[in-house]
């Protein structure tokens, strides 16, 4: 059965309604996973009925869809942010480390969600195309960053940026996967490494 969402007439209480919902859908995933969570419990944490949120969205998998949206919208402006920063290029990517890093093992704010659409996205295609169009929008954005005006790899072939960019996302991506393994993670002692290495890929390599 289709469920079309309702045409409403004031789009500013719109967005603050869906916004509501996404918050409640993903604190619900990360409680109980994408398949525990129910609709039922959406709308009791989201404190509005069940029916309500069908004039939002018109499935659990559109909320979800509408969250990784909403998380690369989040990243693009992000990145648009680094290059609208003066001053050293390499040095505002560098900075911005410590951000990441947390973002990446903080338990409280992505981790669980993120891990958790992984997960769906292994068993759902269409989620996993979401996913990896998110992904390639990043990639987009890091890429223009490095080979820009303001970039020092302006030389170098696209394959080697690309492997660069592959690197770096999987360093800071990979993190996840660490935090879940090693709770105990030293978030300093990563910071300390991942720095040097990071600078490393942002630097043309010296010719031998």
Known sequence: ???????????????????????????????????GAGMAEISKTAGMSAGHIYNYFASKEAIIESIIQ????????????????PGDLIAIL?????????????????KAL??????????????ASLL??????????MRKLLVGSRGALKKATEREV????????????GLLLRRVLNPSLDKKGILL????AMKTLLLPFEEK
């Open 1 to 35: 059965m289709t469920v079309k969402t309702k045409k409403h007439a004031d789009p500013a209480l719109a967005e603050t309604r869906r916004n509501q919902v996404l918050c409640a859908a993903a604190e619900c995933f990360k409680r109980k996973g994408y398949h």
């Open 70 to 85: 909403r998380d690369m919208e989040e990243m693009i402006s992000l990145f648009q942010e680094f290059g609208d920063k």
């Open 94 to 110: 560098v900075d911005s480390l410590d951000e990441a890093v947390e973002r990446h093992t903080n338990a409280e704010k992505s």
């Open 114 to 127: 993120h891990l958790e659409m992984l997960s769906e996205a292994a068993r759902n295609d269409k989620i």
């Open 132 to 141: 990896q169009q998110s992904d390639t929008h990043a990639r987009h954005e």
């Open 162 to 173: 690309d492997a660069r960019i592959e690197v770096m996302f999987s360093m800071i991506g």
């Open 193 to 196: 490494a991942l720095r040097p």
